[in-house]
């Protein structure tokens, strides 16, 4: 398996946690919780892709790893000022969403 379906992987299974997430968030009565998490899961599963598009630029690793963190960053500093209290859910999400992908990698590397 390639990269590409690691990512592809990652990104179905974020999209599918994503929605378990605020279906059952909401029926608990937290849907703002359960949205920032499900958004989180969204932005990090596109994290694969976005090191994939800067290296395949020729932008050297560490500087792709700088603008990674500061555009995951910046997602959540304007998260933290339009949700308030719960904007901890979207940097939980995207950690979440590296998990996933960690996860989706070692899975294809158990299947060679």
């Keep these: ?14 999209s599918v946690l994503s929605v378990a997430v605020a279906v059952v968030a909401s029926a608990s009565g937290h849907l703002g919780l359960g949205l920032g998490m499900a958004a989180g899961l969204m932005l990090g599963s596109a994290n694969g892709y976005l090191i994939q598009g800067l290296l395949n630029r020729g932008t050297p690793f560490v500087a792709a ?3 990674r963190i500061l555009f995951f960053s910046s997602l959540v500093l304007i998260a933290a000022l339009t949700m308030r209290g719960s904007a901890w859910t979207v940097a939980l999400g995207i950690g979440l969403a590296q998990l996933v992908m960690v996860l989706a990698g070692v899975r294809s590397g158990l299947r060679r």
């Design 1 to 14: 398996m390639t990269s590409g379906g690691v990512l592809r992987q990652t990104v179905v299974a974020c």
């Design 65 to 67: 790893s700088l603008l």
